[in-house]
Structures are given as structure tokens and as C-alpha cells.
């Protein structure tokens, strides 16, 4: 068995195998359907563009701090 993956949107039920996978299939298929659910659909590139609007990057300045192993098993 052979794994292709790729993204596409559902129009009417109905999913589009894109060209380049199309004459690799020589017999059925077994389709495994998963929702792509924090991405953006981008129609032109027919693929998913991951959001990164929501986190960002944070820097923690360590120096000068001592893990102290009794203390924190005292919580």
C-alpha cells in the first residue's frame, strides 16, 4: 500500500485526486478523511497555509537563576 497526501477542498462530496497522483493509481483506494481545522484554505496553491497569528515567540533571560530541587518539591 502507497501513501500519497495532499490538500483539497470538498466540492459537493466530492474530492479531487490532483493530476500528479492520478496515474500512480493503479487499482482502489482506501481514503482516511481529515478536517483541517486551524488552517486557511488558499485556492490558488490548493494547499493549507498554517495560521501563525496566534503565537509568538517569548525569550526568557535564565541567567543568574539557581534550580533549587528541594523548593520545588515543597509545592
Do not use: C, H
Amino acid at each position: 500500500m502507497q501513501a500519497y497526501e495532499f490538500y483539497a477542498m470538498p466540492e459537493d462530496g466530492t474530492i479531487k485526486i490532483p493530476e500528479k497522483f492520478r496515474s500512480r493509481i493503479k487499482s482502489g483506494v482506501k481514503v482516511i478523511l481529515l478536517e483541517q481545522a486551524s488552517a486557511e484554505f488558499n485556492d490558488d496553491e490548493m494547499s493549507f497555509r498554517k495560521r501563525t497569528d496566534f503565537l509568538s515567540p517569548i525569550s526568557i533571560d535564565t541567567r543568574g537563576w539557581k534550580f533549587d530541587r528541594e523548593e520545588a518539591n515543597e509545592r
